[in-house]
């Protein structure tokens, strides 16, 4: 198999960061593989919310319920769905910022913002912007490993062939 598809079936969620700060260079570089994610009908119906320092992050972290990571990451991005958007964009961005991000050597780990009413208190989303999904990012540790939740499951229970 080739080292793209490789890299790409070896991403991982990493929860465990170092506690140095992700440089500006690499969030523009992970910043600018997520403007070239592909869009419906390329109307690229989103924006990107940067949080580096620590007041934010522990903010945003009281907007989900397993946000750990947020509070032990030292950058995050949130990714809002503006008027007219939808979610699958925001999902293929994520996965597009999680990519990059492990592509220059920082972790990352997608984040959901369960609580709707600490959402809106804290980042104050215009009218018709949805802010549900982040990605907590920061350099790995000597020792950081994914989370081990299990294997995955066989293609056959999850393919069905037509």
């Given at each position: 198999?080739?080292?793209?598809?490789?890299?790409?079936?070896?991403?991982?969620?990493?929860?465990?960061?170092?506690?140095?700060?992700?440089?500006?260079?690499?969030?523009?570089?992970?910043?600018?593989?997520?403007?070239?994610?592909?869009?419906?009908?390329?109307?690229?119906?989103?924006?990107?919310?940067?949080?580096?320092?620590?007041?934010?992050?522990?903010?945003?972290?009281r907007?989900?319920?397993?946000?750990?990571p947020?509070?032990?990451?030292?950058?995050?991005?949130?990714?809002?769905?503006?008027?007219?958007?939808?979610?699958?964009?925001?999902?293929?961005?994520?996965?597009n910022?999680?990519?990059?991000?492990?592509?220059i050597?920082?972790?990352?780990?997608?984040?959901?913002?369960?609580?709707?009413?600490?959402?809106?208190?804290?980042?104050?989303?215009?009218?018709?912007q949805?802010?549900?999904?982040?990605?907590?990012?920061?350099?790995?540790?000597?020792?950081?490993?994914?989370?081990?939740?299990?294997?995955?499951?066989?293609?056959?229970?999850?393919?069905?062939?037509?």
């Amino acid at each position: 198999m080739s080292d793209m598809y490789d890299f790409i079936v070896k991403l991982r969620a990493i929860r465990q960061y170092s506690e140095g700060p992700v440089s500006r260079d690499d969030l523009e570089k992970i910043l600018e593989a997520a403007r070239w994610t592909g869009s419906s009908k390329n109307r690229q119906k989103w924006s990107f919310l940067v949080f580096t320092d620590r007041e934010g992050l522990d903010g945003l972290a009281r907007c989900g319920s397993f946000t750990q990571p947020l509070r032990d990451a030292t950058a995050a991005i949130v990714l809002v769905q503006e008027p007219g958007g939808n979610m699958f964009d925001i999902g293929r961005a994520a996965q597009n910022i999680m990519l990059a991000a492990q592509a220059i050597g920082v972790a990352s780990c997608p984040i959901t913002l369960h609580k709707e009413d600490e959402v809106q208190d804290f980042l104050q989303p215009k009218s018709g912007q949805i802010a549900r999904y982040a990605v907590a990012l920061g350099y790995p540790t000597e020792d950081s490993k994914p989370a081990n939740f299990g294997g995955r499951k066989e293609q056959q229970r999850l393919v069905r062939w037509l």
